[in-house]
């Protein structure tokens, strides 16, 4: 261990130990380093090839597994998103919400019959929780007086695809969309743990007024250039 690289170079050639370069044949392959007076540096080559000076945060950010980056991220997040809500979306983006479809798997509960806590008609899922239920797409129907969809948003999926290739843009019109639309499966979500959890429940017209004096209020503390586009939205939130 206090062997130095110095004591492995003798007339300009390795002398490494026998015992090194059977075990090791790539040793001998290496070419003889030109030793010099200077004090050493540590370098770390990153992912694509980059040398720079040694860091932690460099290493980590090398040998971190990095994810797909995936369409829908700035449907998601974005700057003036609510983060709690952002959390909710990206979990059902990944369909990581514990659903009952989900528990159902994971606890092997087949015994158990779990219904949707708004129709109580069917198990509740992703899907049907967040749209397909009557419950929810009534939700649904009075937030699209306020959001900027052209049609009937389908499905989570197809709405969230629909919005990703603008959702880059700054506009009044996507900023609100995109909060109303986190708030809107946050709220459906906390609804449908209040049926389940705490036998309190709210009904459309209650949840509708939450989501949309949540969204309201977040857009009070909102910055935008006077535009018509702005007035318009102002007036139809009544923000003076
Ligand atoms: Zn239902």
């Known amino acids: 261990m206090q062997s130095k690289v110095r004591d492995l170079i003798s007339n300009e050639q390795w002398s490494w130990p026998a015992h090194w370069t059977q075990k090791y044949p790539l040793l001998s392959c290496l070419s003889v380093l030109n030793l010099n007076e200077e004090q050493d540096q540590i370098y770390w080559r990153s992912y694509d090839g980059v040398l720079s000076m040694f860091s932690v945060n460099l290493a980590w950010h090398s040998i971190h597994p990095r994810g797909m980056k995936v369409g829908w991220f700035r449907v998601v997040w ?17 369909e990581r919400i514990k659903t009952q479809d989900k528990l159902k798997a994971w606890e092997k509960r087949d015994h158990v019959i779990l219904l949707c806590p708004f129709c109580r008609n069917q198990e509740d899922s992703h899907n049907h929780l967040f749209f397909e239920c009557n419950f929810s797409s009534q939700v649904w129907h009075k937030i699209l007086s306020l959001c900027y969809f052209s049609s009937d948003p389908g499905g989570w999926k197809q709405t969230v695809a629909s919005m990703a290739p603008l959702a880059h843009r700054k506009s009044v019109r996507m900023v609100v969309t995109k909060l109303l639309l986190a708030a809107t499966v946050y709220y459906l979500w906390q609804e449908r743990n209040a049926r389940c959890f705490k036998q309190e429940s709210r009904s459309i017209g209650k949840l509708y007024e939450v989501i949309y004096a949540t969204v309201r209020l977040k857009i009070m503390s909102l910055k935008f250039k006077d535009s018509d586009q702005v007035r318009n939205m102002k007036a139809l939130w009544r923000i003076p």
């Open 78 to 94: 974005f700057s003036q998103c609510i983060p709690r809500h952002a959390f909710i979306m990206w979990l059902l983006m990944g």
